[in-house]
């Protein structure tokens, strides 16, 4: 009888400790459709405009919805159309400038999906793979032997997986640049290093890592949860202003930051760029801005390059890269301390054009 009851108290605790497991998510699919820079943007295919269309890109506190974990079940039309559950565009803040709510809620949940990843597998050889933009992304750890508590463990996780999902956001406006299509047909150069992109991608990492220090348990569900209130939170400490203020912010930067009398996907929709790729940022639009930043290492000392890194290896989409310095082109593999190169190319081959159409 005692080994009966000693057998069911083990599978009563075992289910309960189950209980508190997260399901392992899948990899977010993509990116969430957006915005380039600008209000009540235009559009045309193969120059010839699209009539009775223009995107909506703007929003404040109250009308972004609820957060979706970015599993591939919310379609591209739903979320530009506005009948998803969570709604996406640009904010006005005071201390942040603009917020692009689609790129923090991007890296939010890729900062989910690699901690779940990492946490489970830190200081032990592995490759997480990805889907490919223009070259295959895959976030890998490295073999550590420094021993650490499961509290350490779960904080080390939330900061690596901080840092790579942000790198992440780097490289995909990188890749945007040199001609990703995430949707079929719609090229992006518009929107690749948009001023306001990779704070939004940081204070999405940030935001994320906070929760996940706070709950390393949490299910996507309770993940969503979570960040729909941090989010706005963030949002008030940052001092949202209302849709009215944001359109009236935008429309005083057209023909500095954007342009309204060019149409979708023309690159120069976008004047402004920000180029510079790193872990600590202010933001631009606004002169006494917070500054948003990532570790570089982990509370115990170690740069968090010694347990992990993202790889971009080369795949058959080289020929976007055809214009890059031999040196860097023919090599098979990159990775981030190749980017702010990438993004420095990218920035002097802008200036030419740009300075050539004028």
């Known amino acids: 009888m005692m080994k009966q009851n000693t057998s069911l108290s083990f599978i009563f605790f075992a289910a309960l400790a189950l209980v508190h497991l997260p399901v392992q998510a899948a990899a977010p699919v993509g990116v969430r459709p957006c915005c380039a820079f600008g209000k009540d943007l235009k559009a045309e295919v193969a120059g010839v405009p699209v009539p009775f269309f223009s995107v909506a890109n703007v929003q404040e506190i109250s009308s972004i919805g609820q957060h979706q974990y970015n599993d591939g079940s919310a379609s591209v039309s739903g979320s ?14 005071q201390k942040g400038g603009f917020i692009d709510t689609a790129h923090v809620r991007d890296t939010a949940d890729f900062t989910y999906f690699l901690f ?24 890998v750890l490295k073999t550590n032997a420094r021993q650490l508590s499961e509290a350490e463990r779960d904080q080390a996780a939330a900061d690596i997986a901080g840092v790579m999902a942000f790198r992440l956001a780097q490289w995909h406006e990188i890749a945007q640049w040199f001609g990703m299509i995430s949707v079929s047909g719609f090229q992006e150069y518009a929107s690749a290093f948009s ?35 941090a989010f706005a939170k963030k949002l008030r400490q940052y001092r949202a202003a209302p849709i ?5 912010q935008i429309e005083a930067l057209d023909g500095t930051w ?3 009398d060019k149409r979708l996907p023309n690159k120069w929709v976008v004047i402004h760029r920000d180029y510079h790729l790193a872990l600590k940022l202010s933001p631009n639009g606004v002169s006494d801005g917070l500054i948003e930043s990532l570790p ?7 740069p968090i390059s010694d347990w992990a890194e993202l790889a971009l290896h080369a795949e058959d989409n080289e020929a976007h890269f055809s214009a890059l310095p031999s040196a860097l082109r023919q090599r098979a593999v990159w990775h981030a301390s190749d980017f702010q190169t990438l993004a420095d190319f990218a920035k002097a081959q802008d200036q030419k054009e740009h300075q050539s159409e004028h």
């Not at 200081?123 to 889907?131: D, H, M, S, T, V």
């Not at 306001?196 to 935001?207: Q, T, V």
């Not at 570089?296 to 170690?302: E, F, H």
Request: glycine residues 6%; negative net charge; hydrophobic residues 40%.
């Open 80 to 93: 530009l159309l506005g009948v998803s559950r969570e709604h996406n565009g640009l904010i006005y803040t």
């Open 116 to 139: 779940q990843q990492i946490r489970t597998s830190l200081g032990k050889e592995k490759a997480i793979a990805l889907p490919a933009e223009l070259r295959k992304r895959v976030v």
């Open 195 to 229: 001023p306001e992109d990779l704070y939004s991608n940081m204070l999405g990492a940030n935001l994320a890592m906070a929760i996940l220090k706070a709950d390393p348990h949490l299910t996507v569900q309770g993940f969503e949860q979570a960040m729909d209130a």
């Open 244 to 248: 009215a203020e944001t359109e009236r």
């Open 258 to 260: 954007w342009d309204s």
């Open 296 to 302: 570089t290492a982990l509370r115990s000392g170690d």
